[in-house]
């Protein structure tokens, strides 16, 4: 069977430059960032991983390693999509905070399901790397156009799929993401029984393969028919991102956890609700998130403000290197970073980009709404900064840093509302805790039609604490009597209401962690203005996590500078004078800071 397969591949190694290319549809200024980056990435003619790696000005470090490396830390389904240009940037990532790598990508020709183009499928050591570690590889599939034609040629789709099956299995792989973007409304049957076809042929094929497929953002025409494709596709990916595109009119944030009260009401937490009201079973659904942003010409320095020109995609790697920290904010109502400054032509810009706590709090919200998963556009984005894989750890997987306070509000945020049809419960049960206390400061649902069920414990069969609905505050503050609260929220299909907004922490508090007093750990100046300098004696930085938050629990964006046991902690100017907790910690040991700012 295997000589089979090598005879395959070699035929469609032959027909690569016969094969005849996309026609894309450029009156459409709406593309994906998949679709803008294949096409921009496509006219250059290197022929290696190496010459790419030329291109991003690669430089390989020691690969970043997480605090715990076994693959059974992850909690949900971590999956990034590996663009074929970033060379070899794979060398780099931490595989043990990755449970799936998808190489992009196949490009399928529409007229004959053959490939234009796999790049460096054949032969790229991505596939070793992530196989050492236990995480799996699956090939993408792309096709942004033509799919009319592509579906109504059976043999183009059978030739797709023997292609696919063939390919993946060549490279012992374990599986195929189908990324077919723009597809019409008229081609939704069509689409879906495809989907059904490739899963069933891929699991007969290659038992244990996964099967996923890239969901947009918003699907507009209902194209996607997710109830019906469920009961064969593994994994379904939103892809959360591009709210706000190149052309939009305003600048704006592309990934949005909230809309608030002035943004779009379209966001990645409505998002991941409709895709669960319309079928999706929830542990097969991940939400990507983008290591990219978005920098604008704009008319203003406030927000939202009208663009002059179209935007460009900014990775994180550039964002962190080329952006001054003292021009960052943090926009609460989507809960969301953007750098904003004038340029040397006097133009005001603003970049949207989404940092390691936004991303956090997306995953928080993951969790909460209990969804499969996280997908990645893209991995080596943030090369050489490690906090997104500090996020990861700490969000998604068994090994994040104990934190005992934190903000509990409902799906539209502090400034938005929550949305018809919730059905979801969320537990907080911190390590080594003994009780919890919860304090609503806004509490306002629809009276007797929504309802929130507080329960003290872990699942929704401990002791029930109370139902709460209306719009009268809980006055009194929640003390459970064990070390864990769980929430159920159900609200019907008609009206809707601001939410809640509560803060709860730790009472009585027991830990296993022992504080060593021979680490020499010193914060100055306290009070500070924006920066505050912290030296470390005896610990090896790289393995530091440093929090901040704010005396309500909320995570505070700074940026960290890291030398040889110095971190200088740059705070942005728009955060208030107040008093912050400043939370150090490794696997050893964890001390907490009461810091003044100025």
């Given at each position: 069977?295997?000589?089979?397969?090598?005879?395959?591949?070699?035929?469609?190694?032959?027909?690569?430059?016969?094969?005849?290319?996309?026609?894309?549809?450029?009156?459409?200024?709406?593309?994906?960032?998949?679709?803008?980056?294949?096409?921009?990435?496509?006219?250059?003619?290197?022929?290696?991983?190496?010459?790419?790696?030329?291109?991003?000005?690669?430089?390989?470090?020691?690969?970043?390693?997480?605090?715990?490396?076994?693959?059974?830390?992850?909690?949900?389904?971590?999956?990034?999509?590996?663009?074929?240009?970033?060379?070899?940037?794979?060398?780099?990532?931490?595989?043990?905070?990755?449970?799936?790598?998808?190489?992009f990508s196949y490009e399928v020709n529409y007229l004959t399901g053959k490939p234009d183009n796999i790049h460096y499928w054949l032969t790229t050591q991505l596939l070793d790397y992530a196989h050492n570690s236990g995480t799996r590889v699956s090939l993408t599939a792309t096709l942004f156009s033509n799919h009319q034609a592509f579906f109504d040629n059976s043999t183009a789709v059978q030739m797709l799929i023997d292609s696919l099956i063939s390919l993946v299995k060549y490279r012992n792989a374990d599986g195929v993401n189908i990324d077919f973007e723009q597809v019409s409304s008229t081609q939704k049957a069509k689409l879906t029984a495809f989907m059904i076809n490739i899963a069933n042929k891929f699991h007969a094929e290659i038992p244990g393969s996964k099967v996923s497929i890239a969901l947009p953002a918003v699907d507009w025409s209902e194209t996607f028919d997710v109830a019906a494709m469920n009961q064969y596709v593994d994994l379904f990916l939103i892809m959360g991102y591009e709210y706000y595109w190149s052309s939009s009119a305003q600048a704006g944030p592309g990934a949005p956890q909230y809309s608030g009260d002035i943004w779009s009401s379209y966001n990645t937490t409505k998002s991941i609700l409709y895709y669960l009201s319309k079928g999706v079973s929830p542990d097969k659904l991940c939400l990507a998130v983008p290591y990219y942003g978005r920098e604008w010409t704009t008319q203003s320095n406030t927000f939202p403000s009208n663009t002059t020109a179209s935007g460009s995609a900014v990775t994180y790697k550039d964002y962190r290197k080329n952006y001054s920290a003292t021009n960052n904010f943090r926009d609460l109502h989507s809960n969301t970073p953007v750098n904003i400054y004038k340029n040397s032509a006097e133009q005001w810009k603003q970049c949207w980009q989404n940092d390691e706590i936004s991303n956090a709090d997306k995953y928080e919200m993951i969790n909460m709404l209990d969804i499969g998963g996280i997908g990645i556009w893209a991995l080596g984005y943030d090369a050489g900064y490690y906090e997104q894989w500090e996020a990861i750890?700490?969000?998604?997987?068994?090994?994040?840093?104990?934190?005992?306070?934190?903000?509990?509000?409902?799906?539209?945020?502090?400034?938005?509302?929550?949305?018809?049809?919730?059905?979801?419960?969320?537990?907080?049960?911190?390590?080594?805790?003994?009780?919890?206390?919860?304090?609503?400061?806004?509490?306002?649902?629809?009276?007797?039609?929504?309802?929130?069920?507080?329960?003290?414990?872990?699942?929704?069969?401990?002791?029930?604490?109370?139902?709460?609905?209306?719009?009268?505050?809980?006055?009194?503050?929640?003390?459970?009597?064990?070390?864990?609260?769980?929430?159920?929220?159900?609200?019907?299909?008609?009206?809707?209401?601001?939410?809640?907004?509560?803060?709860?922490?730790?009472?009585?508090?027991?830990?296993?962690?022992?504080?060593?007093?021979?680490?020499?750990?010193?914060?100055?100046?306290?009070?500070?203005?924006?920066?505050?300098?912290?030296?470390?004696?005896?610990?090896?930085?790289?393995?530091?996590?440093?929090?901040?938050?704010?005396?309500?629990?909320?995570?505070?964006?700074?940026?960290?500078?890291?030398?040889?046991?110095?971190?200088?902690?740059?705070?942005?100017?728009?955060?208030?004078?107040?008093?912050?907790?400043?939370?150090?910690?490794?696997?050893?040991?964890?001390?907490?800071?009461?810091?003044?700012?100025?």
């Open positions: 069977m295997r000589k089979l397969s090598i005879l395959f591949v070699n035929l469609l190694i032959l027909n690569f430059a016969f094969a005849q290319k996309i026609e894309i549809d450029t009156t459409n200024t709406m593309f994906s960032v998949h679709e803008q980056q294949s096409k921009y990435f496509s006219e250059f003619s290197f022929q290696s991983e190496s010459q790419w790696d030329k291109f991003n000005n690669i430089v390989h470090q020691e690969p970043y390693k997480s605090t715990t490396k076994p693959k059974k830390s992850l909690t949900k389904e971590v999956i990034g999509w590996n663009p074929y240009w970033m060379g070899t940037a794979y060398y780099d990532y931490d595989y043990s905070l990755l449970s799936e790598v998808s190489y750890k700490e969000k998604l997987s068994d090994y994040g840093n104990t934190q005992c306070q934190g903000i509990f509000m409902d799906t539209g945020g502090k400034y938005g509302k929550y949305y018809n049809s919730e059905d979801w419960t969320y537990t907080i049960a911190p390590k080594n805790a003994t009780r919890l206390a919860v304090k609503f400061q806004e509490f306002d649902i629809e009276n007797n039609f929504d309802s929130l069920f507080i329960y003290d414990g872990k699942s929704v069969t401990a002791n029930l604490i109370g139902k709460f609905t209306g719009t009268n505050i809980i006055k009194d503050t929640i003390k459970t009597t064990t070390g864990a609260i769980t929430f159920r929220f159900k609200s019907d299909k008609a009206t809707i209401n601001e939410g809640w907004v509560a803060t709860w922490k730790c009472i009585n508090q027991a830990s296993n962690i022992t504080e060593n007093k021979d680490f020499n750990i010193i914060l100055a100046p306290n009070p500070f203005q924006n920066t505050i300098n912290i030296k470390l004696q005896d610990i090896d930085i790289k393995d530091i996590n440093i929090y901040c938050y704010n005396l309500l629990g909320q995570k505070i964006n700074f940026i960290s500078e890291k030398q040889h046991n110095n971190i200088n902690i740059n705070f942005t100017d728009n955060i208030p004078s107040g008093i912050y907790i400043i939370y150090i910690s490794n696997q050893y040991f964890s001390q907490t800071y009461k810091i003044t700012k100025l």
